[in-house]
């Protein structure tokens, strides 16, 4: 299970109902944050999650609607007695914008690890979650991210008796670790099937349409991608400044085969999305809009 909370959804400046780029994801308790647009911190007290169970920051660059909140919501995270270290991803340069920022916020209870982004591709655990970042085609450097969690096959309790292994070892093995016992080591494929279908992400905002987006965001159970524009007449204008319409996200999620497609990162000038929806669905049916507070839970299909 896989459980999201959109906190900003809007974009180059805030609105009364509509925070900046923000996007929340909790697996096991634990939450990874994208992206800490202005308002983040009010909206994660809004949505009702635990500002110290953050441990790591992705942005996706370094424009001020998704990285202003950064300030003040470290020193909120450590005002909620976090001492654990938190870990922050973004572009190169990274540990140099943070530094800038905290100029306002020099001292927390907390250590901050970087990983600076300086391949084309590069790939980050996040708890049992895998985390690929891939570039984009912005102003400024800019990359996606794609969560993958795999699921492993399903346990076949005969043939760990018939390995003549006690119960109680039977959830390490589960869980994927080896159980070694009477000097004999025991693998989980040995009592595992095949590996199941996991969950799949995408989070991709702050971009031209770019056929990347397609290839890591293939066969995905949701994409979240931006929408800054609407109509499709405003193509050459989102091209310009680095964005995408609603019908360019929606020929990317189907070359992509997502199962969901999620519009997010609205410009101000779009009072209400749900008004240019039907452009897009009539491309890729399963397009909805993004709101701010809107959670949503993935889960593993049934088998």
Aim: glycine share 8%; net charge neutral; hydrophobic share 40%.
């Amino acid at each position: 299970m896989l459980e999201i909370c959109f906190l900003g959804t809007g974009a180059m400046m805030p609105l009364p109902d509509r925070k900046l780029a923000a996007l929340l994801l909790r697996r096991g308790g634990r939450l990874l944050l994208m992206d800490c647009g202005e308002g983040t911190q009010v909206a994660i007290r809004q949505c009702g999650w635990s500002l110290a169970r953050i441990d790591t920051i992705c942005f996706t660059h370094f424009h001020a609607d998704h990285i202003a909140g950064l300030p003040g919501l470290l020193l909120t995270m450590g005002a909620c007695d976090r001492t654990e270290p938190v870990t922050l991803v973004g572009p190169a340069g990274l540990k140099s914008v943070v530094r800038g920022l905290r100029v306002i916020a020099p001292e927390l209870p907390y250590e901050l690890r970087f990983k600076e982004l300086t391949r084309r591709e590069q790939t980050f655990p996040f708890h049992d979650i895998q985390v690929t970042a891939f570039p984009l085609d912005h102003l400024m450097p800019c990359y996606g991210f794609s969560l993958s969690l795999a699921r492993p096959g399903r346990f076949d309790p005969n043939r760990a008796k018939a390995l003549g292994l006690p119960v109680i070892h039977w959830r390490e093995l589960q869980n994927g670790k080896a159980v070694t016992l009477d000097g004999n080591t025991y693998t989980p494929d040995q009592v595992l099937g095949p590996p199941r279908k996991g969950i799949k992400l995408a989070y991709c905002t702050d971009t031209r349409a770019t056929g990347v987006i397609a290839i890591h965001g293939r066969e995905a159970d949701l994409l979240i991608c931006e929408g800054t524009y609407g109509e499709d007449e405003k193509a050459d204008k989102a091209a310009e400044y680095g964005h995408m319409t609603f019908s360019q996200a929606a020929n990317l999620a189907k070359r992509a085969d997502a199962r969901e497609l999620l519009l997010t990162h609205f410009s101000p000038s779009m009072r209400d999305p749900q008004e240019h929806i039907e452009m897009a669905q009539a491309i890729f049916p399963n397009t909805n809009t993004a709101h701010d507070l809107l959670c949503r839970t993935l889960l593993f299909e049934e088998d």
